[in-house]
């Protein structure tokens, strides 16, 4: 069982940066594939970023490739974080932290959802024009 807590969003100005955090209960936190999702109101939960349990490999959304988002974690401190820079009002959502048993060199698993057994409750971040 792991249990994740997110923390660190909020109400920011279109440009500004904020870091979520994801903190994991567990002691093999190592192990699972972290990955970070949001939901906008009226819309599918979407893929961010993730990043396997080495920290060696990481996959981004193609909408927040080039710097725009960062993700990285912590193995020593259960935690995967998630750096947002220079954020548009089109970032508004829930975002979620997940974990997932499993590592793959497919991309495309990092992006389906329903393959990461583990949620948090989700945190919102609102970017205002």
């Given at each position: 069982?792991?249990?994740?807590?997110?923390?660190?969003?909020?109400?920011v100005?279109?440009g500004?940066?904020?870091r979520?955090?994801?903190?994991?209960?567990?002691?093999?936190?190592?192990?699972?594939?972290?990955?970070?999702?949001?939901?906008?109101?009226?819309?599918?939960?979407?893929?961010?970023?993730a990043?396997?349990?080495?920290?060696?490999?990481?996959?981004?959304?193609?909408?927040?490739?080039?710097?725009?988002?960062?993700?990285?974690?912590?193995n020593a401190?259960?935690?995967?974080?998630l750096?947002?820079n220079?954020?548009?009002?089109?970032?508004?959502?829930?975002y979620?932290c997940?974990?997932g048993?499993w590592?793959?060199?497919?991309?495309?698993?990092?992006?389906a959802?329903?393959?990461y057994?583990?949620?948090?409750?989700?945190?919102?971040v609102?970017v205002?024009?």
């Amino acid at each position: 069982q792991v249990r994740l807590v997110e923390s660190g969003g909020g109400l920011v100005q279109a440009g500004d940066s904020l870091r979520l955090s994801c903190a994991a209960s567990g002691r093999t936190f190592s192990s699972y594939s972290m990955g970070w999702f949001r939901q906008a109101p009226g819309k599918e939960r979407e893929f961010v970023a993730a990043i396997v349990g080495r920290g060696d490999n990481t996959y981004y959304r193609d909408s927040v490739k080039g710097g725009r988002f960062t993700i990285s974690r912590d193995n020593a401190k259960n935690a995967v974080y998630l750096q947002m820079n220079n954020l548009k009002p089109d970032d508004t959502a829930v975002y979620y932290c997940a974990a997932g048993l499993w590592d793959s060199p497919d991309s495309n698993y990092y992006e389906a959802w329903h393959l990461y057994s583990y949620w948090g409750q989700g945190i919102q971040v609102t970017v205002s024009s």
